[in-house]
């Protein structure tokens, strides 16, 4: 299998620097913007199948890029982001202010902690797991569109990378991520890729 993980558009909340979790916010103009170059890009890929998470900056994103693709296109609640409890909406430099004991613990393992009132990595990590077994089982090439924690979440448990080491990847807004099943595992192929964004328009 041929798995391209792609990071939804950019939010008004991106830009806010606030946090979104399982917040349901749409695309911005840019974000928009970035799907539809991130459509181009994907034209010539052979895709049997989209699959994104629910959330609307996901679904928007994956609805653009298929207007070039026309693959079956499907929701899969295990690819919403990390629920982020008693965080969400609030900005990072709020979270800082209010919340400091709680970051220095993030900070220093945070495979370990739960967002309060929300969800840990870990479980984050075995839900979107089980969604990219359900379309191995059944598909050879499949576009998912998920979420920055969730995308990560999913490279850790492919590359074998521990969660506590997730700041080393980086994915940018409309990044094409792409892992392929090699024997018993699965290589990196791609990380982050953002070349469509850099195309003039």
Not at 127 to 136: H, K, Y
Not at 181 to 186: I, L, Q, V
Request: aromatic content about 6%; charged content about 25%.
């Amino acid at each position: 299998m041929r798995l391209l993980l792609v990071r939804h558009g950019e939010t008004a909340w991106n830009r806010e620097k606030r946090v979104q979790g399982s917040s349901d916010i749409p695309l911005s103009d840019n974000g928009i913007r970035q799907a539809e170059l991130l459509a181009s890009s994907l034209a010539d890929e052979k895709i049997d199948i989209v699959v994104t998470s629910p959330l609307r900056r996901a679904v928007q994103t994956a609805s653009i890029i298929n207007e070039r693709l026309k693959a079956p296109l499907v929701a899969d609640e295990d690819l919403k982001e990390l629920d982020q409890g008693d965080f969400e909406g609030m900005g990072f430099m709020e979270l800082m202010n209010i919340h400091s004991d709680f970051l220095k613990s993030w900070a220093a393992d945070p495979a370990s902690v739960s967002m309060p009132g929300g969800e840990s990595l870990p479980a984050l990590q075995e839900r979107a797991w089980r969604a990219v077994m359900r379309i191995e089982a059944s598909y050879k090439n499949a576009l998912v569109v998920s979420h920055y924690f969730a995308i990560t979440a999913i490279l850790c448990r492919a590359v074998g990378m521990p969660l506590s080491d997730f700041r080393k990847i980086r994915l940018e807004n409309t990044s094409k991520t792409i892992i392929e099943a090699e024997g018993d595992g699965y290589v990196a192929l791609v990380i982050n890729d953002t070349a469509h964004l850099k195309i003039a328009h």
